[in-house]
T-cell receptor, first 115, second 116 residues
Framework: EAGVAQSPRYKIIEKRQSVAFWCNPI?????LYWYQQILGQGPKLLIQ????????DSQLPKDRFSAERLKGVDSTLKIQPAKLEDSAVYLC?????????????FGEGSRLTVL | GENVEQHPSTLSVQEGDSAVIKCTYS??????FPWYKQELGKRPQLIID?????GEKKDQRIAVTLNKTAKHFSLHITETQPEDSAVYFC???????????????FGKGTLLTVNP
């Protein structure tokens, strides 16, 4: 089966600019996650969707980050305006059965560099 | 919220030796403990997981142990091979309200290098 697709793979922007990342989960996976992975650290959950509803966005910096999953399939994560500390890999993941069995399937990630 | 500590941050072993990575967690509500392997420039992939009703789980050369009383769990890799070289992440989690999803907190990772 096709894996989780993400784009773009790489993005370089200047601080205060905006950027958007796109994710297409594995077909049929109801749960979609966005994680931020700063170099040398583990993935940190930003937001979790169940279908098109938000389950958890407690660690999403809502003053600059937003995410949506309008039709319960694809998702976009936006940062506006970007700060230097937003430089990271943004990982999208999906899980089957509402995540009941736990396994996350990650995409390749979108690497953001903020100058 | 949950806090997961992982040690060591780097580990270098000779091929054929064993490797052990340890994690501790803070939230007693956590009942699911997966381990992910991330090769350089690639996506994290699940290699093994354990739930709180089990103390140990094995899958060929890898095993995970869980001590719920002490709130720690460990990954054991035996007969290490160069292709085991990667960053390993532990995580701890529990189901969100509604019970349909797991909320996971990851450790900072361990860079394992297996020298031929």
């Amino acid at each position: 089966e096709a894996g989780v697709a993400q784009s773009p793979r790489y993005k370089i922007i200047e601080k205060r600019q905006s950027v958007a990342f796109w994710c297409n989960p594995i077909s049929g996976h109801a749960t979609l996650y966005w994680y931020q992975q700063i170099l040398g650290q583990g993935p940190k959950l930003l937001i979790q969707f169940q279908n098109n509803g938000v389950v958890d966005d407690s660690q999403l910096p809502k003053d600059r980050f937003s995410a949506e999953r309008l039709k319960g399939v694809d998702s976009t994560l936006k940062i506006q305006p970007a700060k230097l500390e937003d430089s990271a890999v943004y990982l999208c993941a999906s899980s089957a059965s509402g995540g009941a069995d736990g396994e996350l399937f990650f995409g390749e990630g979108s690497r953001l560099t903020v100058l | 919220g949950e806090n997961v500590e992982q040690h060591p941050s780097t580990l270098s072993v000779q091929e054929g030796d064993s490797a052990v990575i340890k994690c501790t967690y803070s939230d007693s509500a956590s009942n699911y403990f997966p381990w992910y392997k991330q090769e350089l420039g690639k996506r994290p992939q699940l290699i093994i997981d354990i739930r709180s009703n089990v103390g140990e789980k094995k899958d060929q050369r890898i095993a995970v142990t869980l001590n719920k009383t002490a709130k720690h769990f460990s990954l054991h890799i035996t007969e290490t091979q160069p292709e085991d070289s990667a960053v390993y992440f532990c995580a701890a989690g529990y189901k969100n309200s509604g019970g349909s999803n797991y909320k996971l907190t990851f450790g900072k990772g361990t860079l394992l290098t297996v020298n031929p």
